[in-house]
């Protein structure tokens, strides 16, 4: 149960602290040219909460049923992208360091390979809920290098 909770709550940070530093109104994110990629502003406000929503869940059946290794690795793999993404959150909205914000989310979203391996370890259903995650979490990292090359 420490495991589930643990899992839970990193999806909690994860979603307090993006929410803390993400400024997507600011006058200095709507004046940055935008990658020609970039999906419009709702399809954000859409992939958001239910990546957050299965994280949460894929976590917890992570945590019931997985075996102690696969517990430990897909949290120690979460813990750490979701430092790494909320490292992106800090660099790319306060000091706007576009190339190290660029960066440190590359590295999220490789670390989450192991966890949705893992998940999919565990459960093939929670693992394909969790595949918009990977998929988001990829777009997002070349959308932020995007910006970094665009926004010198």
Do not use: E, K
Request: with cysteine.
């Amino acid at each position: 149960m420490i495991a589930a909770v643990i899992g839970v709550g990193l999806v909690v940070i994860y979603a307090v602290g993006s929410a803390l530093w993400v400024q997507s109104a600011s006058s200095w994110y709507t004046a940055l040219r935008r990658p020609p990629w970039q999906p419009p502003d709702v399809a954000f406000g859409l992939i958001w909460p239910y990546n957050f929503i299965v994280l949460g869940i894929v976590l917890f059946n992570l945590a019931r049923n997985g075996s102690r290794t696969q517990v430990t690795v897909g949290l120690s793999f979460f813990a750490v992208s979701v430092a790494a993404s909320l490292a992106w959150s800090y660099l790319f909205y306060g000091p706007h360091q576009m190339v190290a914000a660029a960066s440190a989310l590359v590295i999220a979203a490789v670390l989450t390979l192991p966890v949705t391996a893992v998940i999919f370890q565990t459960s093939t259903m929670h693992g394909w809920l969790l595949v918009p995650y990977q998929l988001w979490i990829g777009i997002a990292a070349s959308l932020s290098c995007g910006y970094a090359v665009l926004n010198r």
